[in-house]
């Protein structure tokens, strides 16, 4: 299924923080919720007005999702919107962190606030979609293709931390961040966003080895959901 993908460039604030300060800074944080919570109304009264036309984006829709950017960013910026076409007339609307975890509780806050629209159905974060789903995908990172099927994984284990190398053909220092980003994507697809970024410290991503003895000790790509549920049930054991 075609997903409509929607991202607003990730500003980062230095914030400078002092003692005598302190009072000020919770007053500013207070203040800025209530601003926040003020925007996320505002955006969902403007999606109730333009429903209509917004359940038609796939007639233009560069210029519709370009408007849905311009009002989703006024709450914060580094989210994503992804729209997909209808399925049995329900149409589905993703808000995602797009796996910055301080934007987590925004994302929770947005669809917390989501009216209930008949043929609309409003989801927090990226969802994990059935193995068999993943099987013969093909993710295109610019243009670097990327193939659950052919890529394998290796974990890193250090105490109750779990990091992730995954491998794929084709990577180089130039392709790097382009296979990264379009790796991520993928493991939103594979594990979900939310279980992708609180129960896996890191990924990194590298070439495919070559020799069947450096082959011999990754496991398939496709099975990183379970051997992730299942690190997590041995730990809470």
Not at 22 to 50: H, P
Not at 69 to 82: F, H, M, P, R, Y
Request: net charge neutral; glycine share 6%.
């Amino acid at each position: 299924m075609i997903k409509f993908l929607l991202l607003i460039p990730i500003l980062t604030l230095a914030l400078i923080s002092c003692n005598s300060q302190t009072t000020k800074q919770a007053e500013k944080d207070r203040s800025g919720s209530f601003k926040r919570q003020d925007q996320i109304e505002k955006f969902w009264k403007w999606f109730l007005a333009n429903e209509r036309a917004l359940r038609d984006f796939q007639k233009n829709p560069d210029s519709t999702l370009t408007e849905v950017l311009d009002n989703v960013k006024k709450i914060q910026s580094g989210l994503a919107i992804e729209f997909e076409p209808p399925k049995n007339n329900i149409l589905n609307v993703t808000v995602s962190a797009n796996g910055d975890i301080e934007l987590f509780p925004i994302v929770k806050e947005i669809i917390e606030k989501a009216p209930k629209i008949e043929g609309w159905h409003f989801v927090a974060f990226r969802q994990r979609i059935p193995s068999d789903k993943v099987k013969g995908m093909v993710l295109r990172a610019e243009n670097h293709e990327l193939k659950p099927d052919n890529m394998r994984f290796f974990p890193v284990v250090s105490g109750d931390s779990l990091d992730i190398i995954i491998y794929a053909n084709g990577v180089t220092e130039e392709n790097y961040n382009q296979v990264a980003y379009g790796g991520l994507l993928l493991i939103d697809n594979i594990l979900g966003e939310y279980d992708g970024v609180t129960k896996v410290r890191s990924y990194d991503f590298q070439n495919m080895p070559t020799t069947q003895e450096e082959l011999k000790g990754l496991k398939p790509l496709l099975n990183l959901a379970e051997y992730v549920d299942n690190f997590h049930k041995i730990k809470h054991k």
